[in-house]
């Protein structure tokens, strides 16, 4: 009981941190729905589109924040107060915190696709891959201007870049860390599914070199 009562209390106070909709927040401090405006999604991404660049790297600082404190404090210090191994506690954390962050109560479990909040939260639980996965971003980024691609690609890179650290290191692949990774990557392919459709038919918003 005390196990199950600590995993509970870390998912759930995670998933209510990474539940806060800050794109929403800052879009109501500008005076608009930003749900109203561009793709409709809640992310930096749109953020930026909508408000401005300014804006958008204030969202994403806050959407990766929300992911790493909830795995650092309440996954790996709470967690091992409530009689959680400091792995376990740090994966439950970065689960509860991605999930609030997708699906957030206060906006009708309708949230954002997140990329900046499984960064945020993985870099605690295996911050070689999320290297290995920000590197993917930046030079599909660059070479492409599609956010959403790049986003695809590095989620795609996690998992994969764990198993390359692991062989590399004659660790063990297959973890509780390898399948967080999995399920994250999952989830934000599953997010993005319109972006890959927008990919398929040329449609997808494509930012352009100044900004």
Same mark, same amino acid.
């Given at each position: 009981?005390?196990?199950?009562?600590?995993?509970? @209390?870390?998912?759930?106070?995670?998933?209510?941190?990474?539940?806060?909709?800050?794109?929403?927040?800052?879009?109501?401090?500008?005076?608009?729905?930003? *749900?109203?405006?561009?793709?409709?999604?809640?992310?930096?991404?749109?953020?930026?589109?909508?408000?401005?660049?300014?804006?958008?790297?204030? @969202?994403?600082?806050?959407?990766?924040?929300?992911?790493?404190?909830?795995?650092?404090?309440?996954?790996?210090?709470?967690?091992?107060?409530?009689? %959680?191994?400091?792995?376990?506690?740090?994966?439950?954390?970065?689960?509860?915190?991605?999930?609030?962050?997708?699906?957030?109560?206060?906006?009708?479990? /309708?949230?954002? /696709?997140? &990329?900046?909040?499984?960064?945020?939260? %993985?870099?605690?639980?295996?911050?070689?891959?999320?290297?290995?996965? &920000?590197?993917?971003?930046? &030079?599909?980024?660059?070479?492409?201007?599609? &956010?959403?691609?790049?986003?695809? @690609?590095?989620?795609?890179? %996690?998992?994969?870049?764990?198993?390359?650290?692991?062989?590399?290191?004659?660790?063990?692949?297959?973890?509780?860390?390898?399948?967080?990774?999995?399920?994250?990557?999952?989830?934000?392919?599953?997010?993005? *599914?319109?972006?890959?459709?927008?990919?398929?038919?040329?449609?997808?918003? *494509?930012?352009?070199?100044?900004?």
């Amino acid at each position: 009981m005390g196990l199950l009562f600590g995993s509970v @209390c870390v998912l759930v106070l995670s998933y209510l941190v990474g539940s806060i909709p800050w794109g929403y927040a800052i879009g109501r401090f500008k005076g608009l729905d930003i *749900r109203s405006h561009g793709s409709g999604n809640i992310g930096a991404t749109n953020v930026r589109r909508v408000l401005g660049r300014d804006w958008g790297l204030l @969202c994403l600082v806050l959407d990766f924040l929300k992911g790493l404190l909830p795995v650092l404090l309440i996954g790996a210090q709470l967690g091992v107060a409530l009689s %959680l191994a400091p792995e376990v506690g740090r994966i439950l954390a970065a689960a509860g915190a991605v999930a609030g962050h997708v699906w957030p109560i206060w906006l009708g479990f /309708k949230g954002g /696709k997140g &990329v900046a909040t499984t960064i945020g939260a %993985l870099l605690a639980v295996s911050w070689v891959a999320v290297l290995i996965g &920000v590197g993917t971003w930046l &030079v599909v980024y660059y070479s492409t201007r599609y &956010v959403s691609l790049a986003s695809l @690609c590095a989620a795609v890179m %996690l998992p994969v870049g764990h198993v390359i650290v692991a062989l590399a290191r004659h660790e063990a692949v297959f973890s509780s860390s390898l399948a967080l990774l999995l399920l994250l990557a999952a989830l934000i392919v599953f997010r993005h *599914r319109s972006n890959i459709q927008r990919l398929r038919d040329g449609t997808e918003y *494509r930012f352009g070199k100044a900004s």
